[in-house]
């Protein structure tokens, strides 16, 4: 029984974690074997201002973006 965790930086939505849910278990019955239903695929949706990269939060990069466009 496959769990995959999908983490993103901000939202998905309905339909793209349908789709995302449904390229995963592809793959896993193509590479592994694995049926499709006995993949668990879990969303985690993590507010930017929730994520770094590097020193940096993610909030504050698109806070930054935003002023010079």
Do not use: H
Not at 18 to 35: F, H, N, Y
């Amino acid at each position: 029984m496959p769990y995959i965790n999908v983490k993103v930086a901000g939202s998905l939505t309905i339909e793209q974690k349908r789709e995302i849910a449904d390229d995963i278990s592809e793959t896993m019955l193509r590479v592994c074997g694995k049926p499709k239903p006995s993949c668990y695929i879990v969303f985690d949706e993590v507010s930017r201002e929730n994520w770094a990269k590097g020193d940096e939060i993610l909030s504050d990069q698109d806070a930054k973006n935003n002023q010079k466009n």
